[in-house]
């Protein structure tokens, strides 16, 4: 009696409030759609920079497009990857990166149907979420000393000037209908645009001797790698100095395998400094040895 009581005392109005109220979705609201890359430091010398490409969006998207400037004077672009992002696994990911004039376009799709050509796989799509990756920028740093750079989104980028009605970029989503993101977080300016720090090249001195597969101990696997590279042509030790474990100048000849091992097994005399923790040698250079130079 009571309930019925209550439903008839209630305007319209006010019932159909009910009614949308009943139907709000669950959970805290998702953000507004918005593509952003936040401020980094690179340094001078740095290879295959990763750059994410960040993604706000508030529903899952079957695709999505970016246009991107950057400053090609310092920084060269070398790919767009969507490996291990919310995008993984994506069946088309492809564009053009305009090296002449720092302007990439790139496109995802997720999935294709298999039924008629060129549509989309509603049942492949990129997750709804906060802050999650869509896509890498891999760079080199092409700057000679420190500086500052960008990294921006921006639509209507002409990548190539010198061609008539080439296509003008844009940064879109896409679930069936295109959806226009924001770009850039608030406070980036110009909108888009994040701030690449350019910082003085990292000094990675540090190394094991023996360690010449770089895995952060000499061991016999060591010794297997630089007799593989030395007599049948494997893979080049990721520190020319952690090879020459003799330090006589002759890197990862047999002597030096004979060395390793006959410390290792017989007792005899440890190679020369630094060994067998990470340390460092007049003179040497060994960004390859990463475990000690993190
Ligand atoms: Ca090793
Ligand atoms: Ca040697």
Redesign the pocket.
């Known amino acids: 009696m009571m309930l019925k009581k209550s439903i008839r005392s209630c305007s319209p109005l006010a019932g159909l409030a009910v009614l949308l109220l009943s139907f709000s979705p669950a959970g805290p609201a998702l953000a507004a759609n918005r593509f952003y890359i936040e401020n980094q430091t690179v340094h001078v010398g740095d290879t295959d920079v990763s750059v994410p490409v960040k993604l706000d969006n508030d529903a899952p998207r079957l695709a999505f497009s970016l246009s991107i400037k950057y400053d090609q004077a310092k920084m060269s672009l070398k790919a767009v990857e969507v490996s291990g992002t919310a995008a993984d696994g994506a069946l088309w990911s492809a564009g053009t990166i305009h090296s002449m004039t720092g302007i990439v376009y790139w496109s995802v799709i997720r999935g294709f149907n298999q039924g008629p050509p060129g549509s989309f796989d509603i049942n492949k799509t990129i997750p709804a979420g906060t802050g999650l990756t869509a896509a890498r920028l891999v760079f080199d740093v092409l700057a000679a000393s420190p500086m500052s750079t960008f990294v921006a989104l921006q639509d209507g980028l002409v990548g190539d000037p010198t061609v008539p009605d080439y296509p003008v970029g844009k940064n879109l989503l896409t679930d069936g209908l295109p959806t226009v993101p924001l770009l850039g977080l608030p406070g980036q300016v110009p909108a888009g645009t994040a701030v690449i720090t350019i910082s003085p090249a990292v000094t990675s001195t540090k190394f094991i001797r023996g360690d010449s597969n770089c895995s952060g101990e000499a061991d016999i696997s060591d010794a297997v790698h630089l007799l593989t590279f030395t007599f049948l042509g494997g893979e080049a030790p990721c520190c020319p100095e952690a090879?020459?474990?003799?330090?006589?100048?002759?890197?990862?000849?047999t002597?030096?395998a004979i060395?390793l091992l006959s410390h290792l097994f017989l007792g005899e005399t440890p190679p020369p400094p630094p060994f067998p923790g990470c340390g460092e040698a007049a003179g040497v250079q060994c960004p390859g040895h990463k475990i000690c130079n993190p």
């Open positions: 090879a020459d474990v003799n330090d006589d100048g002759n890197i990862a000849d002597t030096d060395v």
